[in-house]
Structures are given as structure tokens and as C-alpha cells.
């Protein structure tokens, strides 16, 4: 028999899971998870508004009932929880699918003002992720500034154009639909530094853009034409060629009157936060210029955008977990094939998949892969770690420590908390917001 613990319940946790029980009949599996629910970005990171890509819960869920795999919820894993050197010796193997946890900072004099705030905190909020601040993100904003081209900034930009009507049939947590539904912002300009060939974007999140109803979006030809990639797409990959048609379709539309307005804006490098009355007034940015070797340089040129919302999106960052390595310069543990390393050297038992391991890159399905070739590792390594003789089941001792666990039935209480909630407001499922309601729901599972 082998004993492993899964350090995170997000996909690469559980394609993890799922490769060890298919792959190995003798594997029993506990994923934990510091919440007490589990999936991870799929519950916390996708858009309310992508039913379609938050249905992939239902196959995580197949893994997650397996009859080989416990979910464990509520667990701390590290500073204040439990010692990663204490999960290595109740478990033959442990691994570590923490994801990236952080966002990355602009630098920028200004960046802390009242009204600045990461794009992760911003949809944390509005997925009532539990550590998620009630930060008045909205309120007295007209204009709101989205720095980044990516996927989470195109999530960010659409939340902030829908109205209430659209977002209402979502699970998003009430204050935050009551509080997007009350939103003045009207402007909406989502920023990036390099061209539109070089946006990170994928082309069904970009078109989703153009089909709001109270919306309209905006490009400019001649900020367009400054990326010669733009002017002939002929040899850009497919994704990125399908990007500029989409834009090219904009910048030739005729404006419309529609309530609210999406500029979409390129070629601009943000140098300053600009306050006004104590909080961010504008955003100051410089005007870049292509320098032929797939980066910017600066013109010396400046324009100032207003904003009493500004939303930074430019990257996620994996932090330390105390107890494994870490390197800063990366973000992530060292690895090989995902066998942690320490000081170069293979720490046997201890294995990494997902963004802790690879960084913050790729889709949900790149997990799967990572997470094969990290198991594949483990299994290769599993004659050597099952000699170790570890207890018969390592929740009894966790519960002797005092640790207690969030598990199955605890987290379809939850689920069962959200749906009357829902119903209750005249709305289908809406999530429970906060620790307390989350942790009370649980334990009505036994009530």
C-alpha cells in the first residue's frame, strides 16, 4: 500500500490524485486543502459569468469521490499548520500543488494609493474566496483602468461591463452583485504595454468582449498600425492572427451609444499613480514604441488616463512554503521531472506539480501532463519509499494533533448551504463569502 498526501485540491492536485489511483491500485491517496473547499482556481479563479469552464468541478469531483482518495479541507500546510516535515513522515510521499498564490507588483510611485488594487484581489472578491477584503472596489468610480492583456484582465473588463441582470444568474456572492450592480463605471480601458500581436489574451475571451450587451468596445487604428505584426498578421501563430482580426473588426466599426465603454489600449507603459483627494485620480503612462526584438522601448511621450479604479493584471507569483525550498527568482521549488530538490540534490518523498513547480503558465489542462509526469516520477520512486513504515491511517494521528479536517460530506454540506442560499435570494446557487459561514455550513453536517 502506498500513502500519499496531495498538498492543494486545484487541478493539478487533483489530476495528481487521479494519475496515482489509475496508475497504481495499492495508492490511497488524502488531498488537503487549507480550505474547506476544494478545486481551487476552478471555484476561485474562473469568472462566474464562465458556467461552461466551472462545470469542469464535475470531473474533478469523480476524482475527489474515488474510493481510494479522501478530501481534507481546513488543513494548514506550513507556518501555523502542519509541519511539511511532519506530513513527510505520517505519508510514504507528499505532493505539492500549492499553485501561485500572489500577484506581481508594477513598481511604480503611486501603486499603494486607495483605489489600486491587484486583479486577484478584485476577483477574489467578487468569487467569495473566504481571505477575500471588502474593499469597496467600485464605489464612486467612473473609470476604471485594467493594466495587462491577458485573460484575467479580459475577466476583470467583462465583470465590470455587465449589469446586474446578466451577473444575477451566477453563484457570485450577493454584496458583490449588489455592489456591481450599483457601479457608476461607465469607462472601462484595458492597458498594455507591447502591441496587439503580443497580447496574452486568448481569442474566445477577447470576442466574449464584443458581445455585451450594454457595452461597446473601442480600439484606435493608428495605435493599432504601430505594431508592424498588426499591419501584415501573415506570420503570426494562428491564436495570435485570429487576435488582431478581432481588432481589426473593432477599430473599423462605427461607435455606438451603449452605456458603458471598453477602450481597449496599446503601447502605453504605466510610470505613475496619480492621486486626487487622497486615493488614485489617473494613471500616467509613457508611450512605447516596438524596438524590434520583441520588446518596448520608451518615447518620452505621456498621457494620463483617469481612474478612481485601477486593477493591475501583469502575472501571478508562487510564494515560500515553510519547510521546502524555494527559489525566488522563479517563484517556484526546485524540481527535476517533479522530484524536489534540495541543494541540488533529489529530496526523496517530496515531489511538486502545477504552477509551484512550472510557474504560472499555460491553462487549466496544462496541469494534467505536469501532474503525469510528476507521478510518473513518484511511482518510478515508490519501491524505495514504501519500505518506510508510516501509520495505518494518517487522519487518525492528525486528528490526536488536533487538526480538523473539512471532509466530504462536510464540503456537500456546503454545497447544500449555497443552493438554499440561492434559492432564499430568488437566484440559483450563490457561494457563502467568509470562513464563519463556510465553517458553520460544514458542521452542519452532522446537525
Known amino acids: 500500500m502506498l500513502r500519499v498526501a496531495v498538498v492543494g485540491s486545484g487541478p493539478s492536485g487533483v489530476y495528481s490524485a487521479q494519475s496515482l489511483v489509475q496508475l497504481d491500485p495499492t495508492a490511497f491517496v488524502d488531498v488537503l486543502d487549507r480550505l474547506p473547499c476544494p478545486y481551487g482556481l476552478v471555484r476561485y479563479g474562473v469568472a462566474p459569468d464562465h458556467e461552461k469552464i466551472k462545470s469542469l468541478q464535475n470531473n474533478l469531483r469523480t476524482v475527489l469521490e474515488h474510493e481510494r482518495v479522501r478530501f481534507l ?32 507588483h508594477l513598481g511604480i510611485p503611486g501603486e499603494d494609493l486607495p483605489g489600486s488594487f491587484s ?8 468569487s467569495a474566496h473566504p481571505d477575500a477584503v471588502e474593499d469597496g472596489f467600485v464605489l464612486g468610480a467612473r473609470s476604471a483602468v485594467v493594466i495587462g492583456v491577458g485573460n484575467v484582465a479580459v475577466d476583470v473588463a467583462r465583470i465590470l461591463a455587465r449589469g446586474a441582470a446578466e451577473l444575477s444568474p451566477t453563484d457570485m456572492p450577493q454584496s458583490a452583485l449588489t455592489a456591481l450592480g450599483a457601479s457608476r463605471v461607465t469607462g472601462i480601458h484595458m492597458v498594455g504595454r507591447r502591441g496587439p500581436s503580443q497580447a496574452r489574451f486568448t481569442t474566445k475571451e477577447l470576442r466574449e468582449l464584443g ?17 508592424p505584426a498588426y499591419v501584415d498578421p501573415s506570420a503570426l501563430p494562428a491564436a495570435q492572427r485570429r487576435n488582431v482580426e478581432v481588432l481589426r473588426g473593432w477599430a473599423a466599426q462605427q461607435a455606438r451609444d451603449l452605456p458603458r465603454r471598453i477602450r481597449l489600449r496599446f503601447f502605453l507603459r504605466p510610470v505613475e499613480l496619480l492621486a486626487e483627494g487622497g486615493r488614485v485620480g489617473a494613471v500616467r503612462f509613457e508611450r512605447t514604441l516596438p524596438d524590434g526584438q520583441g520588446g518596448v522601448t520608451g518615447t518620452g511621450r505621456y498621457e494620463e488616463i483617469e481612474a478612481q479604479l485601477v486593477l493591475r493584471s501583469v502575472g501571478y507569483r508562487g510564494v515560500p512554503l515553510e519547510g521546502l525550498p524555494f527559489d525566488p527568482a522563479t517563484g ?14 533529489v529530496a526523496p518523498g517530496e515531489y511538486v506539480a502545477g504552477w509551484i513547480k512550472r510557474g504560472p503558465t499555460g491553462v487549466i489542462g496544462t496541469n494534467r501532463p505536469c501532474a503525469k509526469e510528476t507521478v510518473l516520477s ?19 494521528v492528525l486528528r490526536a494533533e488536533g487538526v480538523e479536517p473539512v471532509e466530504w460530506a462536510g464540503w456537500r454540506a456546503i454545497e447544500r448551504a449555497e443552493a438554499e442560499l440561492g434559492a432564499s435570494l430568488g437566484r440559483s446557487v450563490v457561494k457563502l463569502p467568509d470562513w464563519e459561514s463556510l465553517l458553520t455550513a460544514a458542521r452542519g453536517v452532522d446537525s
Open 73 to 104: 479541507g481546513g488543513v494548514q500546510v506550513g507556518a501555523g499548520g502542519v509541519p511539511a516535515a511532519r506530513l513527510r513522515e505520517l505519508y510514504h510521499a507528499v505532493v505539492y500543488c500549492v499553485g501561485a498564490a500572489t500577484d506581481r
Open 119 to 126: 486583479a486577484t484581489e478584485f476577483v477574489s472578491w467578487y
Open 211 to 227: 458581445s455585451l450587451p450594454g457595452a461597446e468596445v473601442n480600439v484606435d487604428p493608428e495605435e493599432l498600425a504601430l505594431d
Open 332 to 345: 517556484t521549488v526546485p524540481q527535476l521531472a517533479g522530484r524536489v530538490l534540495r541543494g541540488g540534490v
Open 378 to 396: 513518484l511511482l518510478e520512486d515508490a519501491p524505495v519509499l514504501v519500505r518506510k513504515e508510516v501509520p495505518e491511517d494518517p487522519l487518525a
